[in-house]
């Protein structure tokens, strides 16, 4: 078994020789793992000495703005890890070369458990560096290593690898000996913040030293101080997993319940094939991807009404005349113990948490939109009411979900007459009051009407869409990068036609909502449908589910 080597530190006897550099590393962004991702993760062991500034390596580069900057100048990884992991993952074990994790800097004996926060080292004549912050490892690093779990693994074994800002300015190669020069705080080794990083996080006095500890680097500085101050905890699930369109999107889902609530809708109770150590609960205004079809390439996102990343519960409705072909695979298709892939939850619906009161209208299915809502705010007892309209009690859906609501919950029946009466609704809010609705373009129009009417503030007012009007003349889309010409027919999306041809490309809501699918315009006319663009970048982009080009336009993306 491979076994770290400690390096014993006499703060009475600094500067202190500690470590050799192995080697020194530098990277520039390109395309990795799919089409539409970016990284600078793999770099390469340079040859000749490289300038130290303040923000790292002459030409190295990073993708993602928040790993860079003078407290993120450059990153050392224990190069005595990777034979850990070779042991510990044999099947990868052609992966965990050194270099794997994108590390600027190769030593000997340096890790977690050695360095601390702030310590001070001198390579070479000029350069001085000095310990900032741990490396908090994303979901990158599953791509990298073709390991679902790997980010989790790497933060909860401690073996994330740590940051340095620039002190001194000099040159660095390959050779240069490494000296301890000063070490203020032997208490805080790197390991130990992130113990209360990751594993005792409501340490308040941990969190009282921290948030105040001048050379402990800003973002992890943050993190404690918001905790401290706000009880505000971060959730590490993104970071980690990654979002749409990133790391393994798609997971396998095995159908294990089937039931029809009323005439036109079903509820799906899907499994994880795998269930995941790092579960993911149901959050307000959550939904989810999920391919379809044959060949997978019909991809829908529906809202999540319970349960979380291991167990997905769907209300679906199903319209003959209306349905573009996922609802009515979902009915007439998928039967028990079919497996479909699934993307991660994802909530681009959340409730505004500045809000006095909340709103919620839902309009037929569009309740699906609320019932993971409506259970958080009651859970934490905030003032809100829910108002349902449907065509009958026989179209009351998951009424299971609805039942505890009581006196927060108003269900009109139509056949009954009953009707959402918006200027009542709206009349009584009481200031700082938010409203959300998800239902038909009527309901949506209603209410922009009449909180115009009202003064009522459009920026309380959120609404999502539960279907789009996608369907429209066909167009020709050329590619910018490679010149190739994609026809759209009358009933196809630009997103599913770019995705038969095998382009990755983000999605979320696919009813216009989120513009998770932006693409950019660089030619050409577009008919800009669904709320996901403001105006300003109308004029060079378009929503690829729902919006349209006229004639033939070129894109990029």
């Known amino acids: 078994m491979a076994i770290q080597a400690e390096t014993r530190i006499d703060s009475n006897r600094l500067p202190q020789h500690v470590d050799t550099l192995l080697q020194v590393r530098t990277g520039k962004i390109k395309p990795v793992f799919t089409i539409s991702e970016r990284s600078a993760i793999f770099k390469t062991a340079l040859t000749a000495p490289v300038k130290v500034g303040t923000l790292g390596c002459d030409g190295d580069e990073q993708a993602f703005k928040a790993h860079g900057g003078p407290d993120k100048a450059l990153m050392q990884y224990a190069s005595q890890h990777y034979a850990l992991w070779k042991e510990e993952i044999p099947q990868n074990a052609h992966l965990f070369t050194l270099g794997g994790f994108g590390e600027n800097l190769l030593a000997s004996n340096m890790s977690e458990t050695t360095v601390c926060i702030g310590d001070i080292y001198r390579l070479g004549n000029e350069l001085l560096i000095q310990v900032s912050e741990p490396r908090a490892p994303c979901y990158k690093l599953n791509h990298r290593f073709e390991l679902k779990d790997m980010s989790l693994r790497s933060q909860s074994l401690n073996r994330t690898g740590w940051y340095y800002r620039v002190l001194s300015e000099g040159m660095l190669e ?4 490494i000296f301890l020069v000063e070490r203020k705080y032997p208490q805080w080794t790197i390991a130990n913040v992130q113990k209360f990083l990751y594993k005792d996080t409501r340490n308040e006095e941990a969190m009282k030293e921290l948030s105040y500890l001048p050379e402990l680097g800003s973002e992890t500085r943050t993190l404690f101080l918001n905790r401290l101050t706000k009880n505000l905890f971060k959730d590490d699930s993104g970071r980690l997993r990654g979002g749409e369109g990133e790391a393994l999107p798609w997971t396998p889902y095995k159908l294990v319940e089937k039931r029809r609530e009323t005439p036109r809708i079903s509820s799906f109770i899907f499994k994880a094939t795998i269930p995941s150590e790092l579960v993911t609960d149901v959050k307000p205004g959550s939904h ?6 044959k060949d997978g390439k019909l991809v829908r996102a529906y809202s999540v009404v319970g349960g979380d990343s291991n167990r997905i519960e769907l209300g679906v409705a199903f319209d003959k005349e209306l349905s573009r072909g996922g ?3 979902l009915h007439e298709n998928v039967n028990i113990g079919d497996e479909l892939q699934f993307g991660v939850i994802k909530s681009d619906f959340p409730l505004q948490q500045s ?20 259970k958080h705010l009651q859970e934490k007892g905030m003032d809100f009411h829910l108002y349902y309209a449907i065509r009958s009690l026989e179209d009351l859906a998951l009424s299971r979900y609805l039942d505890p609501l009581s006196e927060h919950l108003t269900v009109l029946d139509g056949s009954k007459g009953q009707r959402l009466d918006i200027p009542k609704i709206l009349g009584k809010a009481k200031t700082g009051t938010h409203v959300y609705a998800c239902g038909p373009d009527r309901l949506m129009s209603a209410i922009t009407s009449t909180a115009e009417a009202l003064s009522f503030p459009s920026s309380n007012i959120h609404f999502e869409a539960f279907t789009a009007s996608t369907s429209g003349d066909p167009f020709e889309a050329e590619l910018q990068s490679s010149g190739k010409v994609l026809e759209v027919k009358e009933e196809q999306t630009l997103l599913d036609v770019l995705r038969e041809a095998g382009l990755e490309i983000g999605s979320s809501c696919e009813v216009g909502n989120c513009g998770t699918c932006k693409v950019t315009v660089c030619k050409g006319n577009v008919d800009h449908r669904g709320t996901g663009l403001m105006e300003s970048e109308m004029a060079d982009s378009m929503l690829s589910c729902v919006s349209r080009g006229i004639g033939r336009i070129t894109i990029d993306f």
Request: proline share 0%; net charge neutral; glycine share 16%.
């Open 174 to 177: 390959a050779g240069d000996e």
């Open 288 to 293: 989810i991807r999920v391919k379809l079809g």
């Open 327 to 329: 609802s009515r695979y």
């Open 355 to 374: 809000a006095d009161a909340h709103i919620l209208i839902a309009g037929g299915i569009g309740i699906t939109a609320f019932f993971a809502t409506a």
